[in-house]
């Protein structure tokens, strides 16, 4: 089991996550994905592939939760260690109206975790009434 250190560091990318989630700062996207990065979800009953950067574009391009107003809502639900050097996190999010279950696959390459794979599954999607 990898010591409270590598712990704490996992941690805090997750928190880089979350906070890339909320406001949309692609300055700080190759600090969260590495650029080989690949994320699937269903979406609307589809399957999605999305490049790291595709998906860094989409960020860029979408109006961010934070610039909504929208309520910063999250949680990291599970970690799970592979190595010291490999985790899976599980979380959930609230991204505006959407309430999103991702499966996080991070490696530490040098110094850093990056996600280097993401699983994205939209768990709800909230009412105008529900916000």
């Not at 996550?17 to 700080?28: G, I, Q, T």
């Not at 860029?60 to 939760?65: E, L, M, N």
């Not at 959407?98 to 909230?126: E, P």
Request: proline content about 5%.
């Amino acid at each position: 089991m990898p010591d409270r250190l590598i712990t704490q560091s996992l941690l805090d990318a997750v928190e880089c996550y979350f906070d890339l989630m909320f406001d949309n700062d692609v300055s700080h996207f190759d600090q969260v994905f590495a650029g080989s990065a690949q994320l699937h979800g269903l979406r609307d009953g589809s399957l999605r592939l999305l490049p790291a950067a595709d998906y860094k574009a989409m960020l860029a391009s979408t109006p961010s939760p934070k610039c909504k107003s929208a309520p910063r809502e999250q949680e990291v639900l599970l970690i799970d260690f592979a190595a010291p050097t490999q985790a899976l996190v599980k979380v959930v999010v609230r991204i505006d109206t959407l309430w999103y279950c991702d499966y996080l696959s991070y490696h530490r390459i040098g110094d850093a975790w990056l996600v280097t794979a993401k699983s994205f599954h939209v768990a709800r999607r909230l009412e105008a009434a529900d916000q």
